[in-house]
Every structure is written in C-alpha cells, then in structure tokens.
T-cell receptor, first 115, second 112 residues
Framework: DAGITQSPRYKITETGRQVTLMCHQT?????MFWYRQDLGHGLRLIYY???????DKGEVPDGYVVSRSKTENFPLTLESATRSQTSVYFC??????????????FGEGSWLTVV | TQLLEQSPQFLSIQEGENLTVYCNSS?????LQWYRQEPGEGPVLLVT?????EVKKLKRLTFQFGDARKDSSLHITAAQPGDTGLYLC????????????FGEGTQLTVNP
C-alpha cells in the first residue's frame, strides 16, 4: 500500500549503542522530516530534507545523523544512544513547501527506549 | 525559533459541551494547520488556513485564523467522545518554507 512507513515500530536499546530508524514513503514527496515527540515539548524537528542528497538541521539535531541517498528513504541514526533520546520518533513527508499549505503526512511513529 | 503556545494543555469535558482551543504566537505565519493525533498514531491534518481572518468549518469544528496571522482557534460544538485526542497547531513562516513549528498540543477528553 502507498504511504509512509516507519520501522521498527518499537525498539529497546542500551546506552551507547547505535540505532537506525527507517522511513520509507511511496509518494515521491520532495520533503521528508524527522520529529521527536515528548511530553511537555510537543513535536520537535530533528532533521529535514528538501530533496535527495539535501539535508538540514532542525531544532534538536545533536546526537542524530540522517542521509537521503534516495527520494523515498530517510533513515535516522542515533550514533551513540543516550537515555535522553528515549522518545517517540515520527517521520513525515510533504510534496512542497509548508508556506504553500501543503499537507504533511506522518508515519505511525517509532517508540524508542534507551536503557 | 517561532514559538506557538497552545491553551489549554488539558481539557476534560462532558459530551455535548462546546469548547475552544487557542494557538498563539508573536510571529506572523504564512499558513497555519491544525492536526489531531490519536494514541499510537501520527498526527493527521484537519485543516489549513492561509488568509488572515479566514474561517473554515469541518462539521462541528470551526477553525479561525487571526487577522494578523499570529493566532488561531479551534472551536468544537457539541463535543462527542470520538473527538477525544491530542490537537496540535502548526505554523509555517515565509522565511523557513520547509519547516513547520508545532505547538505542544491540547489533550482533549470528552466523557460520555
């Protein structure tokens, strides 16, 4: 089915380990995003990408790495996981710029717990 | 960073009551969106408003964009238990066309 999918949906990892969250969209949307959602902070942008091979930092990029070698994939890597990175991570995609009122579509989320 | 403040953070009401959720900022937004998020799922777009003073209706939900495009409100008439969820506003600024800034959300619970 078309859409935006994230994997894994649930992950428990240990402090210091590298973790990669995958995101795949089938709409060929130019823009892709990674957000984290925490109680008291709402949705905060980690990284985004306007096109393949173009990525930019969001509000909270420290400790994360992204890549966008193909339009449809936008993996997020935690290089050395910390407890403060325990969160729900949402991938999203959008056809065009936000200022044009384009709809952003979210994946179902990846629940990450760092112990 | 443009901040969007939502109020109230939590709202618990009885079925049939009316309610209003507010989204305020000191920044001017070129567009503002409202999302609804249910547990275990990602946010889903409800509406986009782009013109100052614009009012949009979606069944029992009425969305308004402030004249100065700095604030917005969501009014629900005769709330139903199915309206329960996290309501998020998000704004786009002309100078950061790719990015949306989200408010912290309003958790609405409608009790039968």
């Amino acid at each position: 089915d078309a859409g935006i999918t994230q994997s894994p949906r649930y992950k428990i990892t240990e402090t210091g380990r590298q973790v990669t969250l995958m995101c795949h969209q089938t709409w060929s949307h130019s823009y892709m995003f990674w957000y984290r959602q925490d109680l008291g902070h709402g949705l905060r942008l980690i990284y985004y990408s306007a096109a393949a091979d173009i990525t930019d930092k969001g509000e909270v990029p420290d400790g994360y790495v992204v890549s966008r070698s193909k339009t449809e994939n936008f993996p997020l890597t935690l290089e050395s996981a910390t407890r403060s990175q325990t969160s729900v991570y949402f991938c999203a995609s959008r056809y065009g710029p936000a200022t044009s009122g384009n709809t952003i579509y979210f994946g179902e989320g990846s629940w990450l717990t760092v112990v | 960073t443009q901040l969007l403040e939502q109020s109230p953070q939590f709202l618990s009401i009885q079925e049939g009551e009316n309610l209003t959720v507010y989204c305020n900022s000191s920044s001017v937004f070129s567009s503002l969106q409202w999302y609804r998020q249910e547990p275990g799922e990602g946010p889903v777009l409800l509406v986009t408003v782009v013109t100052g003073g614009e009012v949009k209706k979606l069944k029992r939900l009425t969305f308004q964009f402030g004249d100065a495009r700095k604030d917005s409100s969501l009014h629900i008439t005769a709330a139903q238990p199915g309206d329960t969820g996290l309501y998020l506003c998000a704004g786009a600024v002309e100078t950061s066309g790719s990015r949306l800034t989200f408010g912290e959300g309003t958790q609405l619970t409608v009790n039968p």
